[in-house]
């Protein structure tokens, strides 16, 4: 059995407080928030903070405000559970219910937070692994080491950016709210990813993200696929997001964002671009997916091989969008292979 270390829990009671225990404690700090993926990490000795700051007594972190007319702000503390189930989420952006209610089990989704989710550790097959069997091939520079197994040429760790929401965030055009003790900023939710397996945030160490900022839905539809192998509680290896603008039946503007296909989600802009002004006609959708499979390049290190992956990326960008084209606006879509 995997033990955790000891630790030292800082609950926090209000933002402030949070980001003062963080920066008083420096690098041996980490937030928790449902735990869900930092425990498990802790017990690998993947992650060794000798001080958690906990999240889940922050009363101003969780819960869902705002309004159709002018979007919603989702506290970083709000219960994946919590946003699968809003009906304002489910009617105004079903690629964000079906994502939050896609990640693993029921269990986890009712500790795990959209916050923790936003920010959740890149993945790999040499390194989601126990210390032990780690220490047998010799570690990794992800954790412990100084080569990636995966490319040993590599200046660079290639781990998979393997959060459900991410790409849909990206798609969506929806912002973070970043707190330090310096003050706030509000990002782009693309520009709180990086291609990098180890630095995969923007986010400064002592800084907290606070709130997802969702813009007016203004009738854009949104779908988001996922592919795993066990629909019950894996991982993706594939997300698919999409969002459209309709004008009638004409294409206004569109995203398309793949996760789990580099170490940060990645948008098909060729693919987006190619779908404005167009309609989703059979063709132009099988044009369009076809643009879309070209970014992405997985690497042989998570579940499935990497070319299944990749053909795969065309089949569901085809297929969400066939539901955009087919569905009205609360166009939502759940798929695995299992
Ligand atoms: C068996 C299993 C299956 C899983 N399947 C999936 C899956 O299918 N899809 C998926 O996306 N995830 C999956 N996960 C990972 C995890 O359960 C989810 O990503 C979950 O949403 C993480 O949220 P949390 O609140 O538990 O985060 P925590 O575990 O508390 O934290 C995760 C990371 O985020 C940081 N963090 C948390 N909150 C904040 C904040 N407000 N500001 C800044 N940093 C923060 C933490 O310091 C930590 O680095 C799985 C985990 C397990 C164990
Ligand atoms: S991609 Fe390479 S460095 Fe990164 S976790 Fe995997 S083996 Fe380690």
Redesign the pocket.
């Known amino acids: 059995m995997m033990r955790l270390p000891p630790f030292t829990y800082v609950a926090s009671r209000t933002v402030g407080e949070a980001v003062k225990a963080l920066s008083d404690h420096g690098p041996t700090a980490?937030?928790?928030?449902?735990?869900?993926?930092?425990?498990?990490?802790m017990k690998r000795r993947q992650?060794e903070p000798s001080v958690l700051v906990g999240?889940g007594a922050v009363a101003e972190?969780r819960g869902v405000r705002g309004s159709a007319r002018d979007g919603f702000t989702i506290g970083?503390?709000t219960?994946?559970s919590t946003l699968a189930r809003h009906p304002d989420i489910g009617r105004h952006y079903p690629a964000l219910a079906t994502?939050a209610g896609?990640?693993?089990?029921p269990q986890?989704?009712n500790?795990?937070?959209?916050?923790?989710?936003?920010?959740?550790?890149t993945r790999c097959n040499y390194y989601n692994q126990s210390f032990a069997w780690r220490k047998s091939i010799g570690f990794c520079m992800k954790k412990d080491g100084d080569i990636c197994l995966v490319a040993p040429s590599s200046p660079r760790c290639w781990a998979v950016s393997?959060?459900?929401?991410?790409p849909v965030a990206w798609a969506l055009g929806a912002k973070v709210r970043?707190v330090g003790p310096t003050g706030e900023r509000v990002i782009p939710a693309d520009a709180l990813y990086r291609d990098d397996g180890i630095q995969y945030?923007t986010?400064q160490p002592n800084?907290?993200?606070?709130d997802l900022i969702l813009p007016p839905p203004d009738g854009v539809r949104s779908a988001y696929l996922?592919l795993?192998r066990r629909g019950s509680?894996?991982?993706?290896v594939l997300g698919v997001a999409v969002s459209a603008r309709l004008d009638g039946e004409i294409v206004r503007e569109a995203r398309i964002v793949l996760g789990a296909v580099a170490s940060q989600p990645r948008e098909a802009t060729k693919a987006g671009a190619a779908l404005a002004g167009q309609r989703l006609t059979p063709e132009t959708i099988e044009t369009v997916a076809g643009l879309a499979a070209g970014p992405s390049r997985p690497l042989d290190n998570t579940d499935f091989t990497h070319p299944y992956r990749k053909k795969m990326t065309r089949v569901f960008v085809a297929r969400a969008l066939r539901r955009i084209a087919g569905l009205a606006a609360s166009a939502s879509v759940s798929e695995e292979v299992g």
Request: a negative charge.
């Open positions: 980490m937030l928790v928030a449902g735990g869900t993926d930092l425990y498990p990490n992650f999240l972190l970083a503390a219960t994946l994502a896609l990640v693993s089990s986890l989704r500790m795990g937070t959209i916050g923790g989710n936003l920010c959740v550790d393997s959060s459900d929401t991410a970043l945030l986010r800084e907290i993200l606070t996922k795993r509680f894996d991982f993706p």
